[in-house]
């Protein structure tokens, strides 16, 4: 052991470290070209090229750079750690790395450890049923990072929240830093608690260039950079250089430095000291893009410049450009770190961590492997109960956040469940969790502060993008959360969405990955009550997008009331693997279904409503279908006055609670069967369908059902504004009378009467118009109104 | 004038300058609260206040303390100023201080500057055909800020490129920090040319919270805030205090000094002195939030807490709520400030700029009335030649690379064209730009940098929020620009784009609001090239999310070849007040059309390709319809293979570039009347249609269209990976072999030989499969495949 801390490695330390270095620049430039010929024991020649080069070296050095070093650490401190590869395209360091420290083949055993398994190492990478050019489900140790960049650092902070005992590595490239997703990440270290949590320790790596531009964070001075970081509460570490032995001396000193300030935090913290906002250690990493590759093709830079971003050779059959990849490969020696036959040197392979602490093998990374079931209250002790349908209000996402509180009650042990939000969880009437935890906050606090507290289970930052980050980190690596969110800003994560779903679906094909716990989303502060907020507020167009998705991976649910959340909620804190969208309001409603028969239409997903309908010993005149608390309110209203103007007519009333029955099974594993969808609907009668979204999106979903000719959807048509919320819904002509005269229009047996239907409800309309322009509210008949049709 | 730079004020400036303060505050309220006694002429009863009192007082003193002090420094230094309100429901704040100008009564006559307009002004606010609570369209001064947060920065930088002698006051709110897209949004200063642009004056408004919670860079020690800002590249000037008299004084203080240091780097700039990257002023605001409202109310804590975030008063018609309210408006003595008209007192009145200095009536902030039209070169003499449709692969993007660098070129002079992308300007093949033009550049330079420079007209950063809220911003302030973008990741803009299209909905609603250049956005590197990347860079969702905006609003092309590139592009930034979303590849493909063929074929939008059908003289046996260049392809490669299996068959080929030709005229300007869309594809022919996208779409935008049972619709269904580009379209069945067993299981013509055809088509594809992963790339037949159906 050396004791000047400067030079934290003996010369034999050095030497070896170097070797995996090489070893592993070695492997990740053999996966970029490579067919054949994998320890170069004879020239190259042009057919052991592949014909397609597909990958990137430029970050590759710096990711094995850090690979290596990450394991020395790990054995020196005996470390749980994982390793976060922010930067796009880092697969070929990750593969290369695994693939040395044994992990790789335990997971992938044709791909073994020798000669054969180096070869097919090689030929897998960015070839046709092999693995892509970035971390993906098939890279051992990887929890989703550096496909579409700006994610790494929010996933690695979600990863160590209650894991005390976990480091993560976060490898920011200096690319991926420029992203806003990333910027505001680093603000993330205000709520890690070093108490209770692990730690994230991130590098930040300027290899100093994207595709084709310098990035903007190489470019600014030292000064401007360290400041930038200690502004955002970190103690910069600076490691630069472009000589080797250099490097490695500065970056175990580095290394060695965070580790230790990192346990030192801690420790004061377990101790229950805790003398101010930790300022965590971070290490800026300033080495060349593409270091130790091509300096130079074809007279252009290659070596530290952009063009060592992808693949620095780009035709590398010719024989000057072979020459130039057969210098570069042996350059590394391969002679000198794998014996003839593929195997890796004993004492190069001897600096791998060992078993899970391996970084590929560690659990964390396929947390599926270390989920734990959440403890769940039974739902039903939550239900709302009520004389009669539509008898009394109720606030549905209120009673669902006693749920929720009782929930993290059960689950405060094993610390495994939280709840994100964008500053919205009182907002969204959630406020019951605030009975047994707060909002977690490191910053400084004042005494009239409001339920802030470094142990707080609630994550509240005004970022979509932090807040579905770190939930996401929490999940992947094995534990259990909710989201709430309004939901027109939820369109701020559409792609973030779209990567996990992503992230899912290949899972799904991946024998070892263990599935995780389904990420739960609730959209409250929904399109039709924004009365605040107006226009900019209303979209409902965030499940249209997730219904794109494979529908293995995605579910949708638009629970009517509180008893039909609670049972939906329940669902999908049980389940694995999935997207689940829940859509429900937070404003006092109409209370519709008991807590049995909530179960029971929930877990039908759709049903009629036998209490508002009236064919019971008929043939439906017309159907009335509903999706969406709102729409199932109109909708309701609408029968009622039907009952007053054609009590002869009968009305068929359908709930949809789960969007995806309408599929055809064949679609979705929730879609009816042909036989059970024609049974509610018929094939031949109208129905006038009110939805919560955009009304495409049912005759989208309907597409294959035999009901084209009946149907007639009404839903949001983007006309929104600063109004009362009846009126929103008469802009956008979802209201009761327009579903009157919807019905009117359609229904053979009020043919007729259709001109004075219309016009009935026509000055209904004007009343409405009149009474909100001078009152400011809503009439009261339509604010008082009760379900009564029944009665009637 | 008082001599001391840290008292700029005169005792009689200060008094005038807190009673427009006042007078701002005053009326912000009123708006908030009152239905009636505008001026307090007598004691507040209770069916004076708003029914439903919505709206958000907490930012409302800081907005209108800034504002009042924007206007002195523009008087003083007769500056040409904007006013960007980034936080959320800033609303009542710039109708207020707009009103006490005269800029409001100006745009709405009706809401005079009197007592009656008073009144109405109160009224109208977050109240049903009144304003929002926000800054929308319809607040004079406002370019799109404040309803979804974050992209307020952006919008200000944009809004000064080219614009040398505007300043942007942008006011971020300490909530709007935390979100990504703000938190990257400081770098712009990197990209702002001291000689040619603008200046922003960002101004941090710590008030301290957001809905619930403390916001983080409030609750970090001044210390770190220094640093980060600093890091950012910013001088940080801090202003905080609760005694208005004293941050009156630090207030002006510190705007002279922004000013004068603004034009001190100006003028260097300018006269060619250029001292490295400016460091350019800022100011950090740390006030109460809901300054000078209620301390407290029912015992509770409001002003300079959450609580003051909304309506500070719950229930202002209780006895007491009434009580706080009047003592509350009364202590801003409306007395002093209007006469008993309601006019403001003429000494208070004067210290708004005048005419066009106004901030309300400053055209910048109305840019459809600085708008020059674009010089276009004639895009015909971009045209692509070739002897024969299919006869030879060209690079669409390349093509169209050179026209844009025309365009650029043509512009020049008047400085009124950008071009945005997130460093994929090269990759997506518009390189020659970079024979006129450089990279934007302004931070540290390398001699073997390339093309990157301080006056630059490319704007590349690895933020696709930054390129696009840049983007808007130039856009909202009368300029042009063009914005390309990989396919996947233009997904991270979804809300951005869902705002700007509302904002574009509701200008064409409003009369004054000038119409403004389209934003067209290019999509290339789209879902069926994606061999470097694999899965998670393939998503062509985001035409999904935008045809669920207004159909006024939104235009979607799909060009074939270079050739339709060029007219549509053409069309394009011709084009007022739309989002243009174009998608076309950027690899070598087929052209088909000749520049005459392209004109007429683009400019309906959809029709058949003759030269591709042989239904001449008979009765289509099948419709083969294709979207997208892609496939296209596949679908003419299938044509050519059933030709030599059915000669005998009669197809039509039908091409859509312009995928709103599908739509019903009724819902979309461009959709076809249903006797032109029955003449391309009958009501009785099977249709294979092989479209770009996910394929609802198709069965979307048809669906009030005669043609659901003969419909077929091929496209992306979430099958991807790292493959060659032809088993992409394998892998989700839109290649050539399916779309050939497609014909043959829906022509009655084949129905004998549909075994005969699957098995050949199947045999082809175990090929195909076994060539791949064997070679590694695409079979030769396929990488060869040359149209030749023409000559059969």
């Not at 392979?349 to 060992?354: N, R």
Request: net charge negative; charged share 20%; aromatic share 8%.
């Amino acid at each position: 052991m050396n004791n000047d801390p400067s030079q934290p490695l003996s010369p034999n330390e050095l030497r070896l470290i170097h070797a995996w270095w090489r070893a592993a620049n070695y492997l990740s430039a053999g996966q970029i070209f490579l067919m054949d010929n994998p320890l170069l024991e004879e020239p190259l020649r042009p057919e052991q090229i592949k014909p397609r080069r597909l990958g990137h070296w430029g970050t590759t050095p710096g990711l094995n750079l850090l690979y290596a070093h990450t394991n020395r650490v790990i054995r020196k401190y005996a470390l749980n750690a994982i390793f976060i590869t922010g930067p796009g395209h880092g697969g070929p360091a990750l593969v290369a790395s695994t693939w040395l420290e044994g992990s790789y083949s335990e997971r992938y055993p044709d791909i073994s450890r020798d000669k054969t398994g180096m070869k097919r190492l090689f030929r897998q990478f960015s070839f046709p049923g092999g693995v892509p050019s970035h971390c993906a489900p098939e890279t051992p140790g990887s929890i989703n990072e550096g496909g579409e960049l700006g994610y790494s650092l929010a996933h690695a902070f979600g990863a160590v929240f209650d894991n005390p005992d976990l480091l993560a590595l976060c490898v920011v490239g200096d690319g991926e830093a420029e992203t806003g997703p990333l910027a505001t990440a680093w603000h993330s270290n205000k709520f890690i608690n070093p108490a209770r949590d692990g730690a994230v320790l991130p590098v930040l790596h300027l290899n100093g260039y994207k595709i084709a531009n310098p990035t903007v964070l190489a470019r600014i001075d030292d000064d401007s950079l360290q400041q930038l970081f200690r502004g955002y509460g970190y103690r910069p570490l600076i490691v630069a250089g472009d000589d080797p032995d250099k490097v490695h001396q500065q970056l175990a000193a580095a290394m060695d430095t965070a580790v230790e300030e990192i346990h030192h935090i801690q420790q004061n913290a377990r101790r229950g000291e805790y003398p101010g906002p930790a300022q965590w250690p971070m290490i800026i990493l300033r080495t060349p893009k593409g270091w130790t590759g091509p300096r130079e093709v074809d007279g252009l830079r290659v070596e530290g410049f952009w063009r060592a971003h992808q693949v620095p050779i780009p035709d590398a059959t010719t024989p000057e450009h072979l020459r130039i990849l057969e210098e570069w490969m042996r350059s590394y020696h391969p002679e000198e770190l794998f014996d003839r036959q593929g195997h890796l040197q004993p004492e190069i392979a001897a600096l791998a961590p060992e078993g899970e602490r391996r970084m590929g093998a560690n659990p964390h990374a396929n947390g599926g492997l270390l989920l734990k079931p959440l403890q769940l209250p039974d739902y039903q002790d939550y239900a709302l109960d009520f004389p009669a349908p539509g008898a009394t209000l109720g606030e549905a996402t209120r009673r669902f956040g006693e749920y929720l509180r009782d929930v993290m009650k059960l689950n405060l042990d094993t610390a495994n469940f939280r709840v994100m939000g964008p500053d919205e969880t009182a907002s969204n009437r959630l406020s019951a969790l605030f009975e047994i935890t707060d909002r977690a906050w490191m910053a400084k606090t004042f005494d009239y502060d409001d339920h802030l507290a470094p142990d707080g289970r609630v994550m509240e930052i005004l970022s979509e993008h932090t807040c579905q980050g770190w939930l996401e980190g929490y999940l992947l690596t094995g534990r259990h959360g909710f989201f709430s969110c309004y939901e027109a800003f939820i369109h701020i994560v559409d792609s973030m969405f779209n990567q996990h779903a992503k992230w899912l679906k290949v899972c799904n094909e991946i024998p070892w990955r263990a599935p995780i716990a389904s990420l739960n989303i609730l959209l409250t502060s929904h399109v039709w009550r924004q009365d605040h907020n107006g226009f900019s507020h209303q979209d409902p167009g965030f499940i249209d997008h997730v219904v794109n998705k494979k529908a293995d991976i995605v579910r949708v649910y638009l629970p009517p009331d509180a008893n039909c959340l609670l049972y939906v909620a329940h669902e999908c804190l049980n389940s694995r693997n999935l997207v689940n969208v829940i859509v429900a309001g937070k404003q006092p409603e109409p209370q519709w279904l008991d807590m049995e028969s909530a179960i029971k239409h929930c877990s039908a997903g759709i049903g009629i409503w036998d209490w508002a309908s009236n064919d019971q010993n008929e043939k439906a005149d017309v159907i009335m279908a509903c999706c969406g608390d709102v729409p199932t309110i109109e909708t309701l209203a609408a029968v009622d006055l039907l009952r007053d103007i054609a009590p002869e007519l009968h009305i068929r009333v359908i709930n949809v609670v789960d969007l995806m029955t309408l599929q055809p099974h064949e679609e979705h594993p929730h879609g009816l069967h042909d036989n059970e969808f024609n049974a509610l609907f018929n094939t031949d009668t109208p129905i006038i369908f009110a939805f919560h979204g955009y009304p495409w999106l049912i005759h989208r979903l309907t597409y294959r059902r035999n009901i084209h000719h009946h149907l007639h959807v009404r839903g949001y048509k983007e006309e929104g504004t600063t109004t009362t919320p009846f009126d929103m819904v008469v802009l956008n002509e979802l209201d009761r009378f327009h579903l009157v005269m919807d019905v009117a229009d359609r229904v053979p047996l009020l043919h007729e009467r259709t001109g004075h239907i219309h016009q009935a409800m026509h000055d209904k309309l004007v009343e409405h118009r009149q009474y909100i322009t001078t009152h400011g509210e809503d009439m009261p008949e339509i604010r008082n109104w009760k379900w009564n049709a029944a009665a009637g």
